[in-house]
């Protein structure tokens, strides 16, 4: 019978989107096993859309009245008769729960004292001051499993792999199928809901007239919220004639990645709508400041078409008292970023 494993990861969208190759390098040696990842609810459509992922453990559906029912979630973790669970990100609630499900290989870092409490298998893992990225940090974790050949950033890059799991609506195929000879269908996320630092609302809007004046065509995505944060501060209107259409709020995530698999690339600070657009094979550039541990080194999105920017200067103390005001990620220039995005090449659907 063939094994099944639980990964847990179960916070933010591009931490599971670089939690991929470690679900990839379980299909690829351990052949025929099952991989099941546990996670929030706002991450299903990207287990949905990982040929790596059989099923999705879901904690948000186990809940009542804001706090997860234990004895529900320990009746599901029995249920998959795993092999072994890999603690990516550390839950105390989740290393308890797969204790006394009796889950036989039970990995976590050395890093947290619950994980000497509940795992059986632990990991020496040193995140924060580590010169690896994030990818390679989660393959570490498999060192209990039979990971031993250390793998490099590009042959990780690999592992990462995204397909819509449901179809683009034939609205939005319409309109991106409207571009002419040369054009780029360009996506531009220019919040980040404080999960990294921002390039900053003129520099996005400088950056729609420059692609706009370039003959590409700029699409804006964000959050429902987002959306009318950037009608409060009048940014529509200030650039409303660069803009083909306002994507903020309309899509659920699953038509969202679908959207992103049908234009050229996108345009973000260290988002998870950067790493899904990497994923999903399309043009990815990464906007970041050059502060550990939130440089490119750590969080670059992995992808056939992925690059960054950084600001080319030593760890800008400065940055960390005042982030708000971090001028680092704002001395990329709004013509440097047109002029990566110029070098595209059209892409193909997926």
């Known amino acids: 019978m063939s094994p099944t494993y639980l990964v847990s990861r179960t916070d933010a969208i591009g931490d599971v989107v670089l939690t991929l190759p470690l679900c990839g390098w379980l299909k690829q040696h351990h052949p025929g096993c099952r991989v099941v990842l546990i996670g929030r609810a706002y991450t299903a459509a990207v287990a949905a859309a990982c040929p790596w992922v059989d099923d999705f453990l879901e904690l948000d559906s186990l809940a009542a009245a804001g706090k997860i029912s234990s004895a529900l979630l320990l009746e599901e973790m029995r249920s998959y008769a795993a092999a072994a669970i890999i603690h990516v990100f550390p839950n105390k609630l989740l290393a308890q729960l797969a204790q006394k499900a009796g889950i036989p290989v039970r990995i976590g870092t050395r890093n947290r004292l619950f994980h000497w409490l509940t795992c059986n ?165 990464g906007l970041y400041p050059p502060i550990r541990p939130m440089h490119p080194g750590r969080w670059a999105p992995l992808g056939p078409h992925a690059d960054y920017l950084v600001f080319d200067r030593p760890d800008c103390q400065n940055c960390r008292t005042q982030p708000a005001a971090c001028t680092c990620i704002k001395a990329i220039a709004a013509a440097t970023v047109a002029a990566r995005v110029g070098q595209w090449q059209p892409l193909r659907a997926t």
């Open 121 to 285: 298998r632990l990991v020496a893992l040193s995140r924060r001051h580590s010169p690896l990225h994030e990818a390679q940090l989660n393959l570490q974790l498999l060192a209990p499993l039979g990971y031993t050949e250390k793998l490099d950033l590009a042959a990780v890059s690999e592992l990462v792999r995204l397909l819509p799991a449901v179809p683009l609506s034939s609205h939005w195929q319409k309109l991106l199928a409207a571009r002419q000879p040369g054009q780029l269908n360009v996506i531009l996320h220019p919040r980040s809901r404080g999960s990294a630092r921002e390039w900053g609302l003129p520099h996005f809007g400088q950056l729609a007239r420059l692609l706009h004046a370039a003959g590409h065509r700029v699409f804006i995505s964000g959050t429902l919220d987002e959306g009318a944060e950037l009608a409060m501060a009048d940014w529509f209107r200030e650039y409303k004639k660069y803009i083909t259409a306002d994507l903020t709020g309309q899509l659920a995530l699953p038509e969202f990645i679908a959207f992103i698999a049908a234009a050229d690339g996108l345009v973000a600070g260290s988002t998870g709508p950067l790493h899904l657009a990497a994923a999903l094979g399309r043009h990815a550039l």
